[in-house]
């Protein structure tokens, strides 16, 4: 039977996999929480550690403790999410299975059927056509009086055949008429169940997409970049030289030139993630190249390359055409989507991409993210990197 | 000016704990992988692989997230040492002065 011929289909998807997937998110929940548990620990052994340096430490990480357990919140509402829509599909496509094969089975009784009421009106036919021709028989053997009395006497034997055949044809006939009609009334009622078990499992799968477009995750910004010495100390000679500002991200980062084509993608890439979820400021990143408090789209990209020891100032996009050492046209590593002007109803911006991973600041969003601070979105679709007319890459990369 | 109590060793062993963070994170990154196909075929297809893809790109954050603290407090304890090492060689110059 194919599936069209019942008109049920049986949603697709894998509920069993789905529910490994919310036991996963579920793990990656109790990891979070154990990791952020962790660093509130770590603090706790910090004992009466006191002092700016302290201070400061102890706001970043709590910075990154809230951060962990706000993403083990999305973890825990992306499982449970799972979880009612896995147990959702099992049970839609479980009455979806049954209705089709109990429609698949109306079907083929149907058939049965129809053929049987076929044959029960064959036979109806032909024994009103037999009784038609005895009682025919018996009137004329009858009007031969003595003569024809022994033929009258087997047309009414003949005609009384056909009136039994002609009962039982039509009583099968009425039977199969029956028989139909329940069929029928009971194929609608699985089609319908079919069709609702479908609607439901649909409906499931829209809520629970729903649930997941609205999670979001936003990474920790470690904001204590300089956890030095006490700054009672710092006049020591001796100590100067060892309470020189730790790495760390908002730090100011500054690649030498003549750097290798790794080492100054991973600058970059280190660069652009430790200033992940600064604000967009407009005009932000084009004062200099230390600490901002948050980028414009253009301050940011120059940010970046500068990161890999490119651009001698903070350009605005429409000076990073020509720049040195900026040339035209996509990189192997790194390419810059670069829109000077406003065109087809996009204001000028500017985007990078390093290693197949986009970032910006500000900008529109769109299905990849974006339209807000620093951040690294998913790569956009093709027609949005269609309206940057400039597209460059630095030298070498 | 700051005022601090510190003893640079605990600072340096909550260190060590700290960095450990971004391979707990990685941990958890490859145990995400494995449900990639789970709503292949559904309409949640799509809202599930960019939450996936989200997921993925957003956890090494966290990862080092967790390995800067460390390195912070790693500086921040050798920095602790080295000024007291100072301290205490200025003082002993001083006495051999004296």
């Given at each position: 039977?194919?599936?069209?011929?019942?008109g049920?289909?049986?949603?697709?998807?894998?509920?069993?996999?789905?529910?490994?997937?919310?036991?996963?998110?579920?793990?990656?929940?109790?990891?979070?929480?154990?990791?952020?548990?962790?660093?509130?620990?770590?603090?706790?052994?910090?004992?009466?550690?006191?002092?700016?340096?302290?201070?400061?430490?102890?706001?970043?990480?709590?910075?990154?403790?809230?951060?962990?357990?706000?993403?083990?919140?999305?973890?825990?509402?992306?499982?449970?999410?799972?979880?009612?829509?896995?147990?959702?599909?099992?049970?839609?496509?479980?009455?979806?299975?049954?209705?089709?094969?109990?429609?698949?089975?109306?079907?083929?009784?149907?058939?049965?059927?129809?053929?049987?009421?076929?044959?029960?009106?064959s036979?109806?036919?032909?024994?009103?056509?037999?009784?038609?021709?005895?009682?025919?028989?018996?009137?004329?053997?009858?009007?031969?009086?003595?003569?024809?009395?022994?033929?009258?006497?087997?047309?009414?034997?003949?005609?009384?055949?056909?009136?039994?055949?002609l009962?039982?044809?039509?009583?099968?006939?009425?039977?199969?008429?029956?028989?139909?009609?329940?069929?029928?009334?009971?194929?609608?009622?699985?089609?319908?169940?079919?069709?609702?078990a479908?609607?439901?499992?649909?409906?499931?799968?829209?809520?629970?997409?729903?649930?997941?477009?609205?999670?979001?995750?936003?990474?920790?910004?470690?904001?204590?970049?300089?956890?030095?010495?006490?700054?009672?100390?710092?006049?020591?000679?001796?100590?100067?030289?060892?309470?020189?500002l730790?790495?760390?991200?908002?730090?100011?980062?500054?690649?030498?030139?003549?750097?290798?084509?790794?080492?100054?993608?991973?600058?970059?890439?280190?660069?652009?993630?430790?200033?992940?979820?600064?604000?967009?400021?407009?005009?932000?990143?084009?004062?200099?190249?230390?600490?901002?408090?948050?980028?414009?789209?253009?301050?940011?990209?120059s940010?970046?390359?500068?990161?890999?020891?490119?651009?001698?100032?903070?350009?605005?996009t429409?000076?990073?055409?020509?720049?040195?050492?900026?040339?035209?046209?996509?990189?192997?590593?790194?390419?810059?989507?670069?829109?000077?002007?406003?065109?087809?109803?996009?204001?000028?911006?500017?985007?990078?991409?390093?290693?197949?991973?986009?970032?910006?600041?500000?900008?529109?969003?769109?299905?990849?993210?974006?339209?807000?601070?620093?951040?690294?979105?998913?790569?956009?679709?093709?027609?949005?990197?269609?309206?940057?007319?400039?597209?460059?890459?630095?030298?070498?990369? | 000016?700051?005022?601090?109590?510190?003893?640079?060793?605990?600072?340096?062993?909550?260190?060590?704990r700290?960095?450990?963070?971004?391979?707990?994170?990685?941990?958890?990154?490859?145990?995400?992988?494995?449900?990639?196909?789970?709503?292949?075929?559904?309409?949640?297809?799509?809202?599930?692989?960019?939450?996936?893809?989200?997921?993925?790109?957003?956890?090494?954050h966290?990862?080092?997230?967790?390995e800067?603290?460390?390195?912070?407090?790693?500086?921040a304890?050798?920095?602790?040492?080295?000024?007291?090492?100072?301290?205490?060689?200025?003082?002993?110059?001083?006495?051999?002065?004296?």
């Amino acid at each position: 039977m194919r599936q069209a011929d019942v008109g049920i289909r049986v949603v697709e998807g894998d509920a069993s996999l789905m529910s490994d997937a919310a036991r996963r998110y579920d793990t990656v929940r109790q990891g979070l929480e154990e990791i952020g548990d962790k660093v509130l620990s770590t603090e706790a052994a910090l004992g009466g550690w006191q002092g700016q340096a302290a201070s400061s430490y102890r706001a970043s990480s709590s910075k990154v403790v809230t951060s962990f357990h706000a993403a083990a919140r999305v973890a825990a509402t992306t499982s449970a999410a799972l979880r009612r829509y896995s147990a959702e599909l099992e049970r839609c496509q479980r009455e979806g299975t049954i209705s089709k094969r109990q429609a698949e089975r109306c079907m083929t009784e149907i058939e049965t059927q129809t053929r049987l009421l076929s044959a029960a009106e064959s036979d109806a036919e032909a024994a009103r056509a037999e009784l038609s021709v005895a009682e025919h028989d018996g009137t004329l053997a009858r009007g031969r009086g003595v003569l024809g009395a022994g033929n009258a006497a087997h047309a009414d034997q003949r005609a009384a055949a056909a009136r039994a055949s002609l009962t039982d044809a039509q009583q099968r006939e009425q039977r199969s008429r029956h028989r139909l009609s329940q069929l029928r009334e009971e194929l609608a009622q699985w089609r319908a169940k079919g069709r609702r078990a479908e609607e439901e499992a649909h409906a499931a799968a829209h809520r629970t997409a729903g649930v997941l477009r609205a999670q979001t995750v936003t990474p920790p910004l470690v904001v204590a970049a300089a956890v030095a010495a006490p700054s009672a100390l710092e006049s020591a000679p001796a100590a100067a030289g060892q309470a020189g500002l730790l790495t760390g991200p908002g730090a100011p980062f500054n690649a030498p030139i003549g750097l290798s084509a790794r080492a100054k993608v991973d600058a970059m890439v280190r660069f652009a993630d430790s200033v992940l979820g600064k604000p967009y400021i407009w005009g932000g990143g084009h004062g200099g190249w230390g600490p901002q408090p948050g980028y414009d789209c253009s301050g940011f990209v120059s940010a970046v390359l500068h990161a890999g020891g490119y651009l001698n100032q903070p350009c605005d996009t429409s000076a990073l055409v020509g720049q040195h050492g900026i040339l035209a046209g996509p990189g192997h590593v790194v390419t810059i989507y670069d829109r000077a002007l406003p065109i087809a109803g996009n204001p000028g911006h500017v985007i990078i991409s390093i290693n197949g991973h986009f970032y910006e600041s500000g900008g529109q969003s769109g299905p990849w993210g974006g339209g807000g601070g620093v951040e690294s979105i998913g790569r956009p679709s093709a027609s949005y990197l269609a309206t940057f007319p400039n597209v460059l890459h630095p030298q070498g990369l | 000016m700051s005022e601090f109590l510190v003893t640079p060793e605990d600072v340096v062993a909550a260190s060590g704990r700290l960095t450990a963070i971004g391979g707990e994170v990685d941990e958890l990154l490859r145990h995400l992988g494995g449900c990639a196909s789970a709503a292949a075929g559904t309409p949640t297809e799509g809202a599930f692989d960019d939450l996936l893809g989200h997921f993925s790109s957003m956890l090494p954050h966290f990862g080092l997230a967790g390995e800067h603290l460390g390195v912070a407090l790693t500086g921040a304890g050798r920095s602790y040492s080295s000024c007291d090492d100072h301290v205490v060689g200025a003082c002993e110059a001083g006495q051999d002065g004296a």
